[in-house]
């Protein structure tokens, strides 16, 4: 089983030797979040451990329970568990392709009127 956020961050930050407060600063979390988290009395979001995993030079699955399994690909990386989810770093790519895919749909739609002749 994996360990939470918090104690794989005060491991982590033991191993580098630091305060609490010098870690939170290098990850970009204040100090007194930063103690939440480390105590596990508070969460990050994903793309702040994300981000937080890749400061370290450290896998983001240290940072998952076991029962959620990662999956590259072009499009970006593919979080999988019992509910499926996506998270990648060109959500912006996919979130104007959506929007391509709209204004085509749309077109085809006035394509297909013009063709049964209205």
């Not at 076991?66 to 990648?88: A, E, P």
């Amino acid at each position: 089983m994996k360990m939470r956020v918090g104690d794989k961050l005060l491991e982590l930050r033991k191993e580098k030797n630091m305060s609490q407060s010098e870690f939170s600063h290098l990850l970009g979390i204040s100090s007194s979040t930063y103690g939440r988290v480390e105590a596990n009395k508070a969460t990050l979001e994903l793309d702040k451990i994300v981000e937080i995993a890749s400061t370290l030079d450290v896998p983001i699955q240290e940072f998952l329970p076991d029962t959620i399994t990662i999956t590259k690909n072009q499009g970006g990386v593919f979080l999988g568990s019992q509910t499926n989810y996506y998270y990648g770093a060109d959500t912006e790519l996919i979130k104007d392709k959506d929007k391509e895919i709209q204004m085509l749909k749309g077109k085809l739609a006035i394509l297909e009127e013009k063709l049964q002749g209205k």
